[in-house]
């Protein structure tokens, strides 16, 4: 336990190549080229964390002196992901949802069940946040556990479904993910984009990055926009002239880095994506294999950072305004690209859509965060995590994810018979997505070639 502990701590940046150079080596690359790939992914991520530490850091102190400049009173604090990822692996329970989550993966790639082979494990602490809760909520060790077990089928099914829709929208070929805070918008903007579709004029209203630099010229440009959208954020939170100044630019830099980190870290994973094709075709003639991706890889998108940016104000306007909510956003403000960021390959980029879809996901994930509130106090205090001066915390990071809800709530109602019935339909749709579907496709092929 305690070695396992030493590998969580060493943090994703570190584990990741690691765990690259390891499954390259497994799937047939030489050494020196696994070695490379798996160093290149790691500085990649280095870097993706230094410009999201810099949007943190711009974010963070303007969203501070918005909630002073209008007088803002919630008295639930957002830590932000980085304090609810500790305080679940912080956890006996918590820090084994890696050595369960492997297993697991393993298991349901051997039996036919998944197409998901996920080196992020590091992001394995989003099924312990929820096993955490669970166990804070019911003291019931062992119902943690099987929360845990769900609550990683999930998330393989989740991979499974998304990564056709990656591969188009994105370019990523091979590559999937299954991220415990990103995946379950994909599920909800499905409902979003079909409504859309169906509003006259509104369905024929164009608003990706392409489209709206076309009409509006250099201001449509997405380095542009940050900058713009910087000087709003900035007013808002009564800026002078040169702290304005000095957002705008920081937010422009991240429009323009953040692509360029996700190129490095593509640059690292093609040869272990181009590894594993050739290993399934050889081994598994016919099967497709998924490379599971912690979903940093999409966040640099325009259309991504884009609707963010205008999310941020609106998500303190609705923390605000929503009757019942006690949760200040703040420390993953900066980390709203990753809640929406599977919800443009449904919008088909259209930024607009995602402000709209994604303020009402949000709107609804922040009474979930302060339903959880009380759960995610206890967890961190069984975690000795230190909460400084607040009596109550919360993030959006799981807190505001549908899913925390759901697996929290049902063992809270129904205990074993909840997570037990909602497990048993999720392992229905693994065998649906990989055993049934893929068997009625072959199916119709053969009756087209016959007529």
């Known amino acids: 336990m305690g070695v396992l502990q030493w590998f969580v701590d060493l943090g ?15 799937l047939g690359s030489k050494p020196g080229k696994a070695f490379k790939s798996g160093l290149t ?68 790639l051997a039996v036919g069940l998944t197409r998901t082979l996920n080196v992020d494990v590091w992001d394995y602490w989003h099924c312990a946040f929820t096993g955490s809760l669970v166990y804070a909520l019911t003291g019931d060790f062992a119902l943690g556990l099987f929360t845990i077990f769900v609550h990683l089928l999930f998330i393989f099914f989740l991979g499974d479904i998304i990564a056709k829709s990656i591969e188009k929208f994105y370019g990523f070929k091979n590559i999937t993910f299954p991220h415990g805070a990103s995946a379950p918008s994909f599920l909800v903007a499905l409902p979003f984009n079909w409504l859309f579709d169906r509003i006259p004029k509104f369905n024929k209203l164009e608003a990706n990055p392409e489209a709206i630099q076309k009409r509006m010229g250099i201001f449509g440009d997405s380095t542009v926009m940050g900058v713009l959208i910087g000087i709003v954020i900035g007013i808002l939170a009564g800026y002078n002239v040169t702290e304005i100044l000095q957002l705008s630019v920081q937010t422009g830099a991240v429009m323009m880095l953040m692509p360029r980190m996700v190129s490095l870290l593509m640059e690292g994973l093609s040869p272990v994506s181009e590894a594993a094709g050739n290993f399934v075709k050889k081994r598994f003639p016919g099967r497709d294999l998924y490379i599971g991706m912690d ?31 006690t949760v200040l956003p ?24 995602t402000v709209i879809a994604g303020s009402i996901y949000i709107a609804v994930g922040l009474y979930i965060a302060t339903w959880v509130a009380p759960l995610f106090t206890d967890a961190a205090i069984a ?36 997570i037990g019935a909602l497990g048993l339909i999720i392992l229905f749709g693994l065998i649906y997505v990989n055993k049934i579907k893929p068997k009625r496709n072959i199916d119709t092929e053969s009756e087209e070639k016959v007529i």
Request: net charge negative; aromatic share 10%; proline share 6%.
């Open 12 to 26: 994703a940046s570190v584990m990741l190549p690691i765990i690259i150079f390891v499954f390259a080596l497994v």
């Open 41 to 108: 992914v790691g500085i990649g991520f280095v870097g993706l964390n230094l410009v999201i530490g810099l949007l943190t850091e711009s974010l963070g102190p303007a969203a501070q002196s918005m909630v002073e400049n209008f007088g803002f009173q919630l008295n639930t604090i957002d830590v932000g992901w980085p304090a609810a990822a500790a305080i679940s692996y912080g956890t006996a329970l918590g820090s084994l949802a890696i050595p369960i989550g492997i297993g697991v993966n393993v298991l349901l």
């Open 295 to 325: 979903s940093a890889l999409s966040v640099g998108h325009p259309a991504v950072l884009s609707a963010s940016l205008i999310i941020v104000p609106i998500t303190l306007f609705l923390a605000v305004v929503l009757p019942g909510n």
């Open 330 to 353: 703040f420390g993953d403000l900066a980390t709203i690209p990753f809640l929406i960021c599977l919800m443009v390959p449904v919008f088909r980029g259209n930024i607009l859509r």
């Open 383 to 418: 975690a000795n995590f230190s909460m400084g001066a607040n009596s109550s915390i919360s993030s959006l990071v799981d807190g505001a994810v549908w899913t925390t809800f759901i697996f929290v709530w049902l063992p809270k109602i129904f205990s074993w018979f909840g």
